[in-house]
């Protein structure tokens, strides 16, 4: 394939950076961008690329389409550096067998694989082997093109009478965020554009703890797009490093409504904080603040609860050493999943405590909202 030539400049559509009334949003600026020789045979690679040198960011063109270099023997630092990495690589063939994901969608795709937060509690830690660099996939065109072989064979959306009006849904968040990352792709604009072209019953779903969203605004979504703001009470912010905060979330998702998307509200990772029923209390009514008044608000809520297994708990503690968050196995109920793999949950009654309290919370304060599922 002939490689077009890469330009010194391109126009970065993500506006760089996002302007929300809580203040300027700081968006993630890598110290490497690596880009491998079979991610420029694709022009989503050469875009991301570009978009990388015009925001003055150190781009590596490699030899050889291996990432290698980037562990070391010491896992801190070896995280750090990954941490601070966007690799521009091609999907492996594998990626392009979907797998289902419930409860969420019918199926899961991915853009991109790592994420540039630091979240004390992530759930990527244990499912992704190696350093946590953030990779960028460069055959998005294949990516998005294998979708509709998929068209109504999901499980969950495609079957349950009480989400068909979604269609058949494709969540694109499973092992990135998006939006964290859409300044240096764009891949998530590509990707609602796909969708709001789609002559078919079909929604994108991704979600965010992100607040960048003035170049989605006026995308023509065809409200086939359903972008979700992952939120805790502001209590637990010193769990989520490099994130938006709250208030920034909120506004965005308002924002994001205001624009014709569905949206959602996805609390999670719940915990039973000190004052937690406040806390959370406190939370529902901002998110209500931030939709008051938005004309045909399609809004779901989406409520997970804080989980973690053997492998996930020493990745975690080796990369956030002296962390406080809570992982006792000793306060936690054992159980197994679907594949034989241990988990850690709240006990019982306390998971039955605050589901009760946190849905009462939303169908006083939020009606609107309707709860997809409690996990």
């Given at each position: 394939m002939?490689?077009?030539?890469?330009?010194?400049?391109?126009?970065?559509?993500?506006?760089?950076?996002?302007?929300?009334?809580?203040?300027?949003?700081?968006?993630?600026?890598?110290?490497?961008?690596?880009?491998?020789?079979?991610?420029?045979?694709?022009?989503?690679?050469?875009?991301?690329?570009?978009?990388?040198?015009?925001?003055?960011?150190?781009?590596?063109?490699?030899?050889?389409?291996?990432l290698t270099g980037l562990g070391g023997d010491d896992p801190r630092r070896a995280y750090i550096q990954a941490k601070n990495t966007l690799a521009i690589v091609v999907a492996p063939?594998?990626?392009?067998?979907?797998?289902?994901?419930?409860?969420?969608?019918?199926?899961?795709?991915?853009?991109?694989?790592?994420?540039?937060?630091h979240c004390q509690y992530c759930y990527l830690a244990g499912s992704l082997s190696g350093p946590p660099v953030t990779r960028a996939y460069a055959n998005l065109g294949d990516i998005l093109g294998n979708l509709a072989a998929y068209l109504g064979r999901?499980?969950?959306?495609?079957?349950q009478e009480a989400r068909a009006a979604e269609g058949t849904t494709f969540e694109a968040s499973c092992y990135t965020d998006p939006l964290g990352i859409e300044h240096l792709t764009g891949s998530l604009s590509a990707a609602i554009r796909h969708f709001g072209a789609w002559d078919a019953p079909v929604q994108l779903r991704a979600t965010t703890k992100f607040a960048a969203v003035s170049g989605l605004l006026d995308l023509p979504h065809n409200r086939k797009t359903r972008l979700r703001f992952s939120v805790n009470p502001e209590s637990a912010a010193r769990f989520e490093g490099g994130t938006a905060s709250l208030r920034q979330r909120l506004e965005a998702m308002g924002a994001m409504a205001r624009a014709g998307?569905?949206?959602?509200?996805?609390?999670?990772?719940i915990m039973p904080l000190p004052d937690w029923r406040e806390a959370y209390g406190a939370l529902i009514r901002g998110a209500a603040q931030a939709l008051a008044g938005v004309p045909d608000l399609d809004l779901t809520a989406e409520l997970i609860t804080h989980r973690f297994t053997p492998t996930s708990k020493e990745v975690l503690?080796?990369?956030?050493?002296?962390?406080?968050?809570?992982?006792?196995?000793?306060?936690?109920?054992?159980?197994?999943?679907?594949?034989?793999?241990?988990?850690?949950?709240?006990?019982?009654?306390?998971?039955?405590?605050?589901?009760?309290?946190?849905?009462?919370?939303?169908?006083?304060?939020?009606?609107?909202?309707?709860?997809?599922?409690?996990?």
């Open positions: 002939e490689l077009l030539e890469i330009p010194d400049r391109v126009e970065v559509t993500a506006r760089e950076p996002s302007l929300l009334r809580s203040g300027r949003e700081r968006l993630w600026r890598p110290r490497r961008v690596l880009v491998t020789p079979a991610a420029l045979d694709h022009a989503h690679g050469r875009a991301m690329a570009a978009r990388a040198a015009a925001l003055g960011l150190p781009v590596e063109y490699l030899k050889a389409n291996r063939p594998t990626k392009l067998k979907l797998q289902p994901i419930p409860p969420s969608a019918d199926w899961r795709f991915d853009l991109a694989e790592g994420c540039p937060a999901g499980a969950v959306t495609s079957r998307y569905p949206v959602g509200l996805t609390i999670a990772p503690e080796g990369w956030y050493p002296g962390s406080d968050l809570p992982m006792s196995e000793a306060e936690r109920t054992r159980k197994l999943t679907k594949f034989g793999s241990v988990k850690y949950v709240f006990p019982r009654e306390q998971m039955q405590e605050m589901r009760e309290a946190i849905t009462g919370m939303l169908a006083r304060d939020l009606p609107a909202a309707r709860i997809l599922y409690w996990t």
